[in-house]
């Protein structure tokens, strides 16, 4: 596959400083926040969303439709538009709203760009704390204060010896009965188990600091930008079942394959 030039790089850090520049005025500051109709086992739950998600969307939008209106996008808060050269770029403005209106920095701006539907640029972006996630061409950097470091993962041998990290234990029924036990019979066997962080504990993953995340609920757009991000770091991120997870569900990310193939049985007993 052909390498992202540096063109499209330069882009894809242009669309991240322009959604910042937008969401840091909102948080933790008075806001309004919004519900959207979302059920779980037919009950309403609570999904907020402020004008931060709004406005960094249709700003990003915005750049891309005036820049290179060839590429398609998909975003959480305004659709799909169909791309009319293989290229979609795929975002959700701020992952972790819960944590952005409790004033929380467990949030990220998600960046992807997809090439036929395989994620092959991605980026979590914490405009607040100014730091920067970034993968391409098979290296995952860490950008922050103007230093480029390099990603990496750490090795983990074994559950027992494993951090797991998950963002809503409310989430898990939306896989189904079973989802909870199975979460249960991971959980019982790890080291410490930490809630909460939705993209960024995927940070503290190609970080080092975490060795294996769960998670039930994701969308397209959840996903796509943490994919590239992991597997250059080192690590391995699946579904539930160890298939390609790009159109969300059921979510499993590690840092060390070993302990990734534990969690694997135990899910799928």
């Known amino acids: 596959m052909s390498k992202i030039d540096s063109e499209t790089i330069a882009f894809a850090h242009r669309l991240a400083d322009v959604s910042g520049a937008v969401i840091r005025p909102y948080f933790r500051a008075p806001i309004d926040v919004d519900a959207k109709a979302a059920m779980i086992n037919g009950k309403p739950i609570f999904d907020p969303v402020t004008e931060a998600d709004k406005g960094a969307e249709r700003a990003i939008r915005a750049v891309i439709e005036e820049a290179r209106p060839d ?3 998909l975003g ?17 403005p701020v992952d972790g709203t819960r944590a952005f209106i409790n004033g929380r920095h467990e949030w ?6 997809e090439r036929d539907g395989v994620p092959v640029l991605g980026m979590i972006d914490q405009p607040w704390l100014r730091e920067r ?7 995952s950097t860490f950008h922050e ?3 480029v470091t390099p990603l990496r993962v750490r090795a983990c041998a074994a559950l027992s010896d494993a951090l797991l990290c998950a963002t ?17 019979r991971v959980e019982d066997k790890v080291k410490l188990t930490r809630w909460g962080g939705d993209c960024y504990i995927f940070a503290t993953l190609v970080m080092g600091f975490c060795d294996l995340i769960v998670e039930s609920l994701s969308k397209r757009w959840d996903i796509s930008a943490l994919i590239p991000l992991v597997e ?15 159109n969300g569900g059921g979510v499993v990310a590690a840092g060390d394959r070993r302990v990734h193939e534990q969690a694997l049985k135990l899910l799928n007993p």
């Open 108 to 113: 990220g701006t998600l960046i992807s760009l």
């Open 145 to 147: 204060k103007g230093k």
């Open 76 to 92: 959480e808060e305004y659709g799909e538009k169909p791309s009319r050269n293989g290229l979609c770029w795929v975002l959700d």
């Open 133 to 139: 996630f970034f993968s391409v061409n098979g290296a």
């Open 71 to 73: 590429d398609g996008i």
């Open 232 to 246: 250059a770091a080192g690590g391995v991120i699946t579904d539930w079942q160890g298939a390609a997870p790009g």
């Open 168 to 184: 809503t234990p409310e989430a898990f029924p939306k896989l189904g009965p079973g989802a909870w036990d199975a979460f249960g």
